[in-house]
């Protein structure tokens, strides 16, 4: 079984810490750490320490993946992109509940957690990867990193989309079953180098979608919390919930769910593949409906005196 890891002790920051104060410790941490700035002897502790601190910036620095952390843990990550888990809501064994972001590149390449290069993440931060004086062998131009606002149908269908960024305009690809906080990054599509035979940066897009209100994302899947009467609680009913509709429009449709006489608060009933659609289309996640039940506050006589009689049979 993996070994739980304390990122948040790692960069010496509380688990509150803002996005800002996560890169500042970072920074402070790899400079210091940098197998390049110790003593010989000490060298391969600090090797050792710099993948630590770079792992915990891994996980920190994305919003999501931050939010799988501290649900999950370091576990959750364990395996690469795909994680460890595969749980769902209330004991569902409904699809993926490991990491749930993912980087896709302009050139159809995929990159996952599980297999990164610590010293990559310090040239992207800094710009270099030792502190003799040395570029790295690509001699790269500068990443860019923006930030893109994409509707729901645009997340669930993908689209294409150009941006102006520094590097100027670009077309980019958003894939189908993108999520918020996605990370997408185009290869050569940064700044020019400003070396000579160099190679031009990355572009970095971190992806915030606009959910329905009603849906709480967790992977693949979806939560929807449903009010029924008390009485529909008791007796059974059929309702409507909002579902992932690939045939619709925008995305959405409703699908009609059957509640079982007796259900109690907090139930929760599962339509498969009404999900979320999986990253570059490789079918759907499910959705999930919790039942809140909805007692009056006040009662008539005649409504008392049945219960009443109830409660004496």
Request: charged share 25%.
């Amino acid at each position: 079984m993996p070994t739980n890891k304390d990122y948040y002790h790692v960069l010496g920051v509380g688990k509150n810490a803002s996005q800002e104060e996560i890169k500042q410790a970072y920074r402070k941490l790899a400079r210091e750490h940098h197998p390049d700035v110790v003593k010989d002897g000490d060298k391969d502790a600090a090797e050792k320490r710099f993948k630590e601190i770079n792992e915990a910036y891994q996980i920190l620095k994305d919003p999501q993946k931050r939010t799988m952390y501290d649900q999950y843990g370091s576990s959750a990550f364990a395996g690469g992109p795909q994680g460890a888990g595969s749980q769902g809501f209330g004991g569902f064994n409904q699809g993926q509940w490991g990491p749930y972001t993912y980087t896709y590149t302009s050139n159809g390449q995929n990159y996952g957690f599980g297999d990164f290069d610590p010293f990559d993440v310090f040239e992207e931060f800094f710009g270099f990867r030792g502190f003799g004086g040395q570029r790295s062998a690509g001699r790269k131009g500068k990443n860019l990193y923006y930030e893109l606002v994409v509707s729901f149908s645009e997340a669930v269908f993908g689209v294409e989309k150009q941006v102006n960024v520094e590097s100027g305009k670009v077309t980019i690809k958003i894939p189908t079953g993108v999520r918020n906080g996605t990370e997408l990054r185009f290869a050569g599509k940064g700044m020019p180098s400003k070396v000579t035979g160099g190679v031009p940066g990355d572009l970095y897009i971190s992806v915030k979608v606009v959910y329905p209100k009603d849906f709480e994302i967790y992977g693949d899947d979806i939560l929807v919390r449903k009010e029924i009467d008390f009485v529909d609680a008791v007796l059974g009913t059929t309702v409507e919930v909002p579902v992932v509709d690939l045939s619709g429009k925008d995305g959405l449709g409703t699908a009609k769910l059957k509640i079982p006489e007796g259900t109690q608060p907090g139930a929760r009933f599962m339509l498969k593949g009404k999900g979320m659609p999986r990253l570059q289309g490789r079918g759907q996640g499910n959705l999930v409906t919790e039942i809140r039940i909805i007692f009056p506050k006040k009662l008539s006589r005649a409504q008392r005196d049945l219960l009443e009689r109830y409660k004496m049979l």
